[in-house]
């Protein structure tokens, strides 16, 4: 009797759950309320019931009520949604989305913390040859600033300024280089900006972490894309160089002020003018000598992307080369054996694939290969430019009259010699990036259950090839004819102008990197009620060349979340990571971390409004480390000495010494980031907006001991970790996105960053004034002297405070006196300006529109609270050392100090000598850093459709993109952001076409 009842009841309890049973029915549509393929839909905490939606973008899954399912599309974009009728329709962010979600910085529904994300059509629309040049103001909290630089152009990104360091990058959960990706393989980038998010990486998350997804395949589907891109960069912002005759008036003039003798007379400057003796006084525009009026580059890519039911597959093909501004004559007239022209090539492949191995089984495998070659002249392109600035047309000619190069004692090497006759460098780089990935769904055992193990391995190899030789060159020094007055030049011949030697020395630089982890995961649903968590085990080791450069880090980390009703969501997050440069028995610190966000949207007393469509409130609390410090500072050594005489007579040997004193109770630098935050919609999602409060704590960062301590204890002084800074800002980004009539839409965003930074503990010791202490002032403070005028003349000088740098003439820097002491010295250097490497407001502009496939997009990006010193040799400070050049910018934008012009100067007085007082920082050169840029625009016409199926296209579409096309901005003859002698500042316009089958 007892056994029927238990049968009765084992079956009323398969019958009820059987009836519980309901076959859901819904469609998948993107953003343009189109049909999706391929999309997988599954019951969250079971993948083995999952479907495909069909053409229509159909799907029918047996699940029950309170369940939630997942949509996801070629693995990377999905939306879950609560089970709370027979009839569910999801709409997913189209690959191909419509203009009015252009510039969207979108954030998962339930997610917690501060992560903004961009997706890969965005990027692709401002795509440069470097990925990070794509990104200025469209993401909030992302600085992005400009370098020029060849061989590196890629732009400088800092999260929330963090203190002048660099975030981690991230692409495909591996840490990456960022430099390697092509723009049409990028799925998304997302910036994870507070603790919350970058707790999970630990011992590197305190700067803030940028993760790159690249695509992946797509199931039912095939598509092919090509595109072709010819790209020109146009020279902008350089130095306007005064011409011979005009400098050797104003080195006459210099020599003048300094109390010297003139080095030119009369006929001197009139052969100068008309060019009668070029030999001795030259008239050489160098940087014109030297630079094509354009340099030009081309990019060519081709993918495949699809797959079945079973395997999934992205493949992207990449050339592009890059031949450099230098100009080609000089290569063709000089180095026939070899070429001495900048130039990059690369060739690249990616390939993801995916295969469901069974219905719980499946393995992702991605491979990225990259081959590169880079030539320039065997000298850095710094020395290049600093030889081309520095040098004065005035100097000597490019060749003499007898075709020997040209060249002289002051200024040394011949600029264009160096460019063309002194050997070639070149590098090749072969890197291999790749990763396996096994994910088992383990629903069979407990429903929700699963589990990824994967391995990464990377190897980044690069060979190098010198040909190196020297040249000779001709000096020609002045001789005065007693008869007639007129100058002849005597000739002599220096150098050597050797034969090309080559040498191949093989590896140069090699790293590779090796990254193992596996997870267990829970994820279900109970109703009304969602539960995660994460148990992790993560390994990385980097081993680059050379000593004392391995990285080791292991983390055990644990992530659990609980989501009620679509409403109320919480993730905690507790990360034990250690480091190798930690001491031993003492390398691991805990990373703990909280989030919570109301979704105020999804309440019943906002279910009659429609004004909100979506409203959540966010707030986190996280901790994160960054261990970027050197190995063994916990250690002392021995190190060798100068040793001491000994015997008769006297021998030297050698000796060792004690070196500098360990840092005791060694630690990492460590940031607690606390964060508030508002996502919303409103009004049919044509406007949305996200905001951010934050405010990061610094501490146990490494400063010099030195202020600490006397010298005196006769030995080294370590570093201590006692350093603190904090920072605290706001993060907007806000998009109006809407349509006028059926074929014209339009859109219009922007983004802005306020940032206060404060050094609360440096280490320094006493200072004698409370203005010379550096606590409390901004990260990257400028100092410098507050200069409030000139010396008119001797009895001016006699009468002011002793200025110590140098000797003061009339027409030098007056500074004001701080502390009263009658002396101008370090003592006076007081707070100026701004910071110089963190600029306090950070902004963006995007707008755009399309009509009847004809579009544009446009990027403006500015700054604000921001300072620069103007510092560069021969551009700002002319003549110095008498080695030195001379811009327009000194003699016609400004107005130096002559004995005629002193009651209205604003430059000091021309000097041929070093003059340490007028050539360091001060008020005098301290310019305004801001400035607002038409950073990327991008004009396009998409073939209509008629036009492209008759080609048997799926799509064509046609674009001229520009990028750096203008700047307002405060300084002139140099880029604003990057004041440094360097490769040009460029204007690029990319002339493409993209097909797609």
């Given at each position: 009797m007892r056994k029927n009842y238990i049968l009765a009841l084992s079956f009323a309890a398969v019958s009820l759950s059987a009836a519980a049973q309901h076959t859901i029915t819904g469609t998948v549509k993107d953003s343009r309320e189109l049909p999706v393929l391929g999309a997988v839909v599954s019951v969250?905490?079971?993948?083995?019931?999952?479907?495909?939606?069909?053409?229509?973008?159909?799907?029918?899954?047996?699940?029950?009520?309170?369940?939630?399912?997942?949509?996801?599309?070629?693995?990377?974009?999905?939306?879950?949604?609560?089970?709370?009728s027979p009839v569910v329709n999801v709409s997913l962010?189209?690959?191909?989305?419509?203009?009015?979600?252009?510039?969207?910085?979108?954030?998962?529904?339930?997610?917690?913390?501060?992560?903004?994300?961009?997706?890969?059509?965005?990027?692709?629309?401002?795509?440069?040859?470097?990925?990070?040049?794509?990104?200025?103001?469209?993401?909030?909290?992302?600085?992005?600033?400009?370098?020029?630089?060849y061989s590196s152009g890629g732009a400088s990104l800092s999260i929330h300024g963090q203190m002048g360091r660099s975030p981690l990058i991230v692409v495909d959960g591996i840490p990456r280089n960022l430099e390697y990706l092509n723009s049409l393989e990028i799925e998304s980038v997302s910036v994870l900006k507070d603790g919350a998010a970058t707790a999970l990486?630990?011992?590197?998350?305190?700067?803030?972490?940028?993760?790159?997804?690249?695509?992946?395949?797509?199931?039912?589907?095939?598509?092919?894309?090509?595109?072709?891109t010819y790209g020109m960069g146009i020279p902008v912002n350089e130095p306007e160089f005064v011409d011979g005759y005009t400098y050797a008036l104003m080195k006459n003039e210099a020599l003048y002020?300094?109390?010297?003798?003139?080095?030119?007379?009369?006929?001197?400057l009139t052969a100068f003018r008309n060019g009668s003796n070029p030999d001795l006084y030259p008239n050489v525009d160098w940087l014109d000598a030297a630079q094509r009026k354009h340099s030009v580059n081309n990019q060519f890519n081709i993918s495949f992307r699809g797959g079945g039911d079973k395997l999934r597959y992205y493949t992207l093909i990449n050339y592009k080369n890059d031949y450099g501004i230098l100009s080609k004559s000089w290569s063709k007239s000089f180095t026939e054996r070899y070429n001495s022209q900048m130039r990059k090539y690369d060739l690249n492949v990616r390939m993801n694939l995916d295969v469901?191995?069974?219905?719980?089984?499946?393995?992702?495998?991605?491979?990225?290969?990259?081959?590169?070659?880079?030539?320039?002249?065997?000298?850095?392109?710094?020395?290049?430019?600093?030889?081309?600035?520095?040098?004065?047309?005035?100097?000597?000619?490019?060749?003499?009259?007898?075709?020997?190069?040209?060249?002289?004692?002051?200024?040394?090497?011949?600029?264009?010699?160096?460019?063309?006759?002194?050997?070639?460098?070149?590098?090749?780089?072969?890197?291999?990036?790749?990763?396996?990935?096994?994910?088992?769904?383990?629903?069979?055992?407990?429903?929700?259950l699963k589990a990824e193990v994967g391995i990464a391995y990377d190897n980044d190899a690069v060979f190098q090839e010198t040909g190196s030789k020297n040249y000779d060159y001709e000096i020609n020094t002045p001789v005065r004819l007693p008869a007639t007055g007129d100058y002849t030049s005597r000739k002599e011949v220096r150098g050597d102008n050797s034969a090309l030697s080559v040498s191949n020395t093989g590896l140069n630089s090699q790293f590779i990197r090796l990254v193992i982890d596996a997870k267990v995961g829970y994820d279900r649903a109970f109703g009304l009620h969602g539960v995660t968590g994460t148990l992790?085990?993560?390994?990385?080791?980097?081993?680059?060349?050379?000593?004392?450069?391995?990285?080791?880090?292991?983390?055990?980390?644990?992530?659990?979340?609980?989501?009620?009703?679509?409403?109320?969501?919480?993730?905690?997050?507790?990360?034990?990571?250690?480091?190798?440069?930690?001491?031993?028995?003492?390398?691991?610190?805990?990373?703990?971390?909280?989030?919570?966000?109301?979704?105020?949207?999804?309440?019943?007393?906002?279910?009659?409004?429609?004004?909100?469509?979506?409203?959540?409130?966010?707030?986190?609390?996280?901790?994160?480390?960054?261990?970027?410090?050197?190995?063994?500072?916990?250690?002392?050594?021995?190190?060798?000495?100068?040793?001491?005489?000994?015997?008769?007579?006297?021998?030297?040997?050698?000796?060792?010494?004690?070196?500098?004193?360990?840092?005791?109770?060694?630690?990492?630098?460590?940031?607690?980031?606390?964060?508030?935050?508002l996502d919303l919609g409103m009004l049919n999602n044509r406007l949305?907006?996200?905001?951010?409060?934050?405010?990061?704590?610094?501490?146990?960062?490494?400063?010099?001991?030195?202020?600490?301590?006397?010298?005196?204890?006769?030995?080294?002084?370590?570093?201590?970790?006692?350093?603190?800074?904090?920072?605290?800002?706001?993060?907007?980004?806000?998009?109006?996105?809407?349509?006028?009539?059926?074929?014209?839409?339009?859109?219009?965003?922007?983004?802005?960053?306020?940032?206060?930074?404060?050094?609360?503990?440096?280490?320094?010791?006493?200072?004698?004034?409370?203005?010379?202490?550096?606590?409390?002032?901004?990260?990257?403070?400028?100092?410098?002297?507050?200069?409030?005028?000139?010396?008119?003349?001797?009895?001016?000088?006699?009468?002011?405070?002793?200025?110590?740098?140098?000797?003061?003439?009339?027409?030098?820097?007056?500074?004001?006196?701080?502390?009263?002491?009658?002396?101008?010295?370090?003592?006076?250097?007081v707070p100026i300006g701004y910071s110089t490497t963190v600029p306090g407001i950070y902004y963006g502009i995007n707008l755009g529109f399309e009509y009847r496939g004809f579009g544009m997009d446009m990027v403006f990006q500015g700054v604000g609270q921001f300072s620069k010193m103007l510092n560069v040799r021969s551009v700002y400070w002319p003549m110095r050392n008498g080695n030195s050049n001379l811009t327009k910018w000194y003699l016609e934008d400004n107005i130096r100090w002559t004995e005629d012009t002193k009651d209205i100067a604003t430059v000091p007085r021309l000097t041929t000598l070093d003059n340490a007082n007028n050539?360091?920082?001060?008020?005098?050169?301290?310019?305004?850093?801001?400035?607002?840029?038409?950073?990327?625009?991008?004009?396009?016409?998409?073939?209509?459709?008629?036009?492209?199926?008759?080609?048997?296209?799926?799509?064509?579409?046609?674009?001229?993109?520009?990028?750096?096309?203008?700047?307002?901005?405060?300084?002139?003859?140099?880029?604003?952001?990057?004041?440094?002698?360097?490769?040009?500042?460029?204007?690029?316009?990319?002339?493409?076409?993209?097909?797609n089958f």
């Amino acid at each position: 009797m007892r056994k029927n009842y238990i049968l009765a009841l084992s079956f009323a309890a398969v019958s009820l759950s059987a009836a519980a049973q309901h076959t859901i029915t819904g469609t998948v549509k993107d953003s343009r309320e189109l049909p999706v393929l391929g999309a997988v839909v599954s019951v969250v905490g079971n993948p083995g019931k999952s479907v495909l939606t069909d053409q229509d973008g159909a799907f029918a899954i047996e699940a029950e009520q309170g369940d939630y399912i997942e949509v996801v599309y070629a693995d990377c974009r999905s939306k879950r949604v609560w089970i709370d009728s027979p009839v569910v329709n999801v709409s997913l962010e189209s690959r191909d989305a419509a203009i009015e979600n252009r510039g969207v910085l979108r954030t998962a529904e339930n997610q917690t913390q501060s992560i903004a994300t961009l997706s890969g059509e965005d990027i692709w629309r401002n795509s440069t040859p470097d990925i990070s040049n794509a990104l200025y103001g469209l993401i909030p909290g992302l600085t992005v600033q400009q370098n020029t630089s060849y061989s590196s152009g890629g732009a400088s990104l800092s999260i929330h300024g963090q203190m002048g360091r660099s975030p981690l990058i991230v692409v495909d959960g591996i840490p990456r280089n960022l430099e390697y990706l092509n723009s049409l393989e990028i799925e998304s980038v997302s910036v994870l900006k507070d603790g919350a998010a970058t707790a999970l990486w630990g011992t590197r998350g305190a700067s803030g972490v940028i993760m790159v997804t690249t695509k992946r395949g797509q199931y039912k589907e095939r598509d092919i894309d090509v595109s072709y891109t010819y790209g020109m960069g146009i020279p902008v912002n350089e130095p306007e160089f005064v011409d011979g005759y005009t400098y050797a008036l104003m080195k006459n003039e210099a020599l003048y002020y300094d109390g010297l003798t003139l080095q030119y007379d009369q006929a001197a400057l009139t052969a100068f003018r008309n060019g009668s003796n070029p030999d001795l006084y030259p008239n050489v525009d160098w940087l014109d000598a030297a630079q094509r009026k354009h340099s030009v580059n081309n990019q060519f890519n081709i993918s495949f992307r699809g797959g079945g039911d079973k395997l999934r597959y992205y493949t992207l093909i990449n050339y592009k080369n890059d031949y450099g501004i230098l100009s080609k004559s000089w290569s063709k007239s000089f180095t026939e054996r070899y070429n001495s022209q900048m130039r990059k090539y690369d060739l690249n492949v990616r390939m993801n694939l995916d295969v469901d191995v069974t219905r719980y089984t499946k393995v992702a495998l991605s491979m990225f290969g990259l081959l590169r070659e880079e030539n320039r002249p065997n000298i850095t392109e710094e020395n290049i430019y600093a030889s081309l600035y520095h040098t004065p047309a005035s100097a000597f000619p490019i060749r003499t009259t007898t075709n020997l190069w040209g060249g002289d004692e002051m200024f040394g090497k011949n600029p264009i010699a160096q460019i063309a006759d002194v050997g070639y460098y070149k590098t090749n780089r072969r890197l291999l990036q790749s990763d396996l990935r096994i994910l088992q769904d383990l629903s069979m055992w407990t429903e929700g259950l699963k589990a990824e193990v994967g391995i990464a391995y990377d190897n980044d190899a690069v060979f190098q090839e010198t040909g190196s030789k020297n040249y000779d060159y001709e000096i020609n020094t002045p001789v005065r004819l007693p008869a007639t007055g007129d100058y002849t030049s005597r000739k002599e011949v220096r150098g050597d102008n050797s034969a090309l030697s080559v040498s191949n020395t093989g590896l140069n630089s090699q790293f590779i990197r090796l990254v193992i982890d596996a997870k267990v995961g829970y994820d279900r649903a109970f109703g009304l009620h969602g539960v995660t968590g994460t148990l992790q085990y993560r390994q990385e080791s980097y081993t680059p060349m050379g000593r004392n450069n391995t990285r080791k880090r292991q983390s055990y980390i644990f992530t659990g979340g609980y989501n009620y009703a679509g409403k109320y969501m919480l993730d905690v997050v507790v990360n034990r990571s250690g480091t190798s440069v930690l001491s031993d028995g003492d390398k691991f610190r805990t990373y703990p971390a909280v989030s919570a966000g109301w979704i105020i949207s999804n309440e019943n007393f906002m279910k009659n409004q429609s004004v909100f469509d979506f409203l959540k409130l966010r707030a986190s609390w996280g901790r994160s480390g960054n261990d970027d410090i050197a190995y063994d500072l916990d250690e002392r050594f021995w190190i060798t000495a100068g040793g001491a005489q000994f015997q008769n007579p006297p021998v030297g040997f050698g000796g060792i010494i004690a070196g500098t004193l360990p840092i005791t109770d060694l630690t990492i630098e460590m940031s607690d980031k606390y964060n508030v935050g508002l996502d919303l919609g409103m009004l049919n999602n044509r406007l949305s907006l996200t905001f951010d409060g934050y405010y990061d704590k610094r501490k146990d960062m490494l400063v010099d001991g030195t202020n600490m301590y006397s010298a005196v204890i006769g030995t080294g002084i370590p570093q201590q970790n006692i350093g603190q800074m904090n920072a605290k800002g706001i993060d907007l980004a806000v998009k109006w996105a809407d349509k006028a009539g059926r074929d014209f839409n339009y859109y219009v965003g922007g983004t802005f960053s306020w940032l206060k930074t404060e050094v609360e503990e440096n280490g320094e010791g006493y200072q004698p004034y409370d203005y010379l202490s550096k606590k409390g002032d901004r990260v990257g403070q400028c100092y410098g002297l507050e200069a409030i005028g000139y010396f008119n003349d001797w009895e001016d000088i006699n009468n002011s405070p002793s200025q110590l740098f140098s000797d003061v003439r009339p027409g030098d820097i007056k500074y004001k006196d701080q502390n009263g002491d009658g002396r101008i010295d370090d003592y006076d250097v007081v707070p100026i300006g701004y910071s110089t490497t963190v600029p306090g407001i950070y902004y963006g502009i995007n707008l755009g529109f399309e009509y009847r496939g004809f579009g544009m997009d446009m990027v403006f990006q500015g700054v604000g609270q921001f300072s620069k010193m103007l510092n560069v040799r021969s551009v700002y400070w002319p003549m110095r050392n008498g080695n030195s050049n001379l811009t327009k910018w000194y003699l016609e934008d400004n107005i130096r100090w002559t004995e005629d012009t002193k009651d209205i100067a604003t430059v000091p007085r021309l000097t041929t000598l070093d003059n340490a007082n007028n050539f360091r920082n001060s008020t005098q050169w301290l310019e305004n850093g801001s400035y607002f840029k038409l950073r990327n625009l991008n004009i396009y016409y998409n073939l209509p459709d008629k036009w492209a199926k008759a080609m048997k296209m799926d799509k064509c579409q046609v674009y001229v993109r520009a990028n750096n096309l203008f700047s307002i901005d405060h300084i002139k003859y140099m880029n604003c952001e990057d004041l440094t002698i360097n490769y040009p500042d460029m204007t690029s316009v990319y002339f493409g076409l993209n097909i797609n089958f």
